[in-house]
C-alpha cells in the first residue's frame, strides 16, 4: 500500500527523486499502439523521503482553482521523463491500476494493482 502526500511541481518532484530515488509510475489508461507510438496514460509518483509519502507529479498551472496530476499521454514521453530524471532503465505498466517501482539503482518492481492509503 502506498501512502500518499500532495502533488508537487516538477522542481519538488526532481528534489524528491534526488532525496530518495524511487519513482513509482502508474497506468490510468490502458497502452494501445498509435500513429508510431504506444498511447495511454501514465501517472508519476516519487517517494519523499522526509514524509515517507508518494508525491505525484502535479502540472504546473492550475486548472478552475485545481492543480490535477501530470497524466503522461505516450510511452516516448515517459521514457524521456525516465531518462531526463538519471534512471538507467525503465519498464513501463500497460495495463490501468497496475504499476512499476524502481529506483536509480536499477531494481525495478512489477504491481499488479496499485493500491493507495
Known sequence: M????????EAGFKECLE??????????????TGRGNFQGGWQLF?????TERW?????FRPRRGVTPPRIIKTVNGVCSFIIDAGFPAGIIPF?????????K????????????D
Open 46 to 50: 516519487a517517494f519523499n523521503p522526509e
Open 2 to 9: 502506498y501512502r500518499l502526500e500532495s502533488g508537487v511541481s
Open 55 to 59: 508525491a505525484t507529479l502535479n502540472l
Open 19 to 32: 532525496g530518495s530515488g524511487q519513482l513509482l509510475i502508474l497506468c490510468t489508461e490502458e497502452a494501445r
Open 95 to 103: 495495463k490501468v491500476g497496475s504499476g512499476v517501482e524502481a529506483s
Open 105 to 116: 539503482a536499477g531494481d525495478v518492481r512489477y504491481i499488479s494493482r496499485v493500491v493507495f
